[in-house]
């Protein structure tokens, strides 16, 4: 759903917001991917307590001086980690880049605190960063995925790995 925000002004979509379109994620899917859902929990009336236990502190950019590195930048419709102003894993200027986009559109980005990505270590002493995602299937669990970095930043240098879950046997 990301590249809604990227298509032309303009763009004549009708009949896709009212589902005439057959589509395998409906379009209101949009609202729950959006980095920007934290800034809302409170006025859905709904609990949402892993969540907001798990998650990151996760507030409105327009709060957080660029300077404050306890906090990092996030695009609201971003994917694969690109824009994620992670300090040392991208260069000066990206990291200006992105600081005058959080600026100049704020409603586009989100502050979350950062978390200190512990690396994993492999027996000849590389070190790697790793993200597990969940599949879900309404509401059910269906599967993983994963992807592994050398860098703290889990982004489209990343590799696509197998998650394998050891069962117990039937026996």
């Given at each position: 759903m990301e590249?809604?925000?990227n298509l032309p002004k303009g763009s004549n979509w009708d009949g896709y917001y009212d589902t005439k379109t057959t589509s395998c994620n409906h379009p209101v899917s949009i609202f729950a991917q959006s980095k920007r859902l934290p800034l809302v929990w409170d006025k859905l009336g709904i609990p949402i307590l892993t969540w907001?236990?798990?998650l990151p502190a996760t507030v409105d950019p327009r709060l957080i001086a660029k300077e404050d590195e306890d906090f990092i930048f996030k695009p609201a419709l971003g994917r694969v980690g690109e824009d994620i102003s992670i300090k040392g894993t991208?260069?000066?200027k990206?990291?200006?880049n992105i600081y005058k986009s959080v600026r100049r559109h704020p409603k586009d980005w989100v502050?979350?605190?950062l978390f200190k990505s512990k690396p994993l270590l492999t027996d000849d002493g590389e070190s790697f960063h790793l993200c597990i995602g969940v599949f879900t299937v309404n509401g059910?669990?269906?599967g993983f995925y994963g992807r592994i970095s050398p860098y703290p930043r889990i982004d489209a240098r990343a590799e696509?790995?197998?998650i394998l879950v050891r069962g117990e046997k039937n026996e």
């Open positions: 590249w809604l925000v907001k236990k798990l991208m260069s000066e990206e990291l200006e502050a979350q605190h059910k669990g269906a696509e790995i197998p």
